[in-house]
C-alpha cells in the first residue's frame, strides 16, 4: 500500500513540475506576442491555458483520491496540502500569461507596449522566466535555499513595477489614457506572476522543514 502511494505522490509531483514548465512556456510566450505583436504566439497561449487548467484538475482529482483512500499524516498529508496551495498559485499564473497575451491580441497588429516601455517589460519578463524556471527547479527537486531566493528575485520584480509607474505618471507621458491603462494592467500581470511563484516557494519551504517561511526566517 505505501509503494502505490508513493507511486501516486510521485505522479501528483510531475504534474506540478509539468504545470510549471507549461506556464514558463506560456509567459516566455505571451511576453514574445506582446513585444513584437506577434499573432500566433498569442493565439497559441490563449489555446494552451485549457492545458494548464487541466493539469490543474487533474491534481487535484489525484489528491482528493489519495486524501480518501490513503488518510495521510504528517509529512505525507503535509505533501497533499502543499500539492493543492502550488498547483492553485500555478495555475493562476497560467491566467496572468493568458492576459497578457489577450492584450497583445487586442491591439495586434500594433504592438500593445510603446517602444519607451519595452526595456522594463523585456527586463520584467526576464525576471518572470527565471522565476518561472527556479519554481520548476524546486518542484522536481525540492531545495529550500532555492526556493528562499525567489523574495530575492521578487524585490527586483517590485523596483521594475515602482519604475514602470515612475514613466506612467511623468508629466511628459504621450501615449494617452489608453495605452497607460494597458500599461499599468501588465505590469500588475507580470507582478503578480512573481508573487504566486513566491507563494508557490513558501510552500515548498513549508514542505521540506514543517515550518511556514515566515517562521522559519
Known sequence: MRDEFRADLQIVSQLLVDMAE????AMRQATRALLTADR???ETVIERDAE???LYRQVEERVCDLLARQAPVASDLRAMITALHVAADLERMGDLADHVAKTALRRHPSPA?????????TDMASIADRM?????????KPDADVAAELDRDD?????LHKSLFAVLL?????????TAIDATLLGRFYERFADHV?????????LITGESAASAE
Not at 155 to 159: G, I
Not at 170 to 175: A, K, T
Not at 198 to 206: D, R, S
Open 22 to 25: 507549461a506556464i514558463r512556456a
Open 40 to 42: 500566433q504566439a498569442a
Open 52 to 54: 494548464i487548467d487541466e
Open 155 to 159: 524585490d527586483a520584480m517590485d523596483d
Open 170 to 178: 511623468g508629466d511628459d507621458w504621450p501615449y494617452g489614457v489608453e
Open 132 to 140: 518561472a524556471e527556479k519554481i520548476g527547479m524546486v518542484l522536481a
Open 113 to 121: 507596449v510603446p517602444a519607451e516601455l519595452r526595456p522594463v517589460f
Open 198 to 206: 513566491v507563494n508557490a516557494g513558501e510552500h515548498v519551504v513549508y
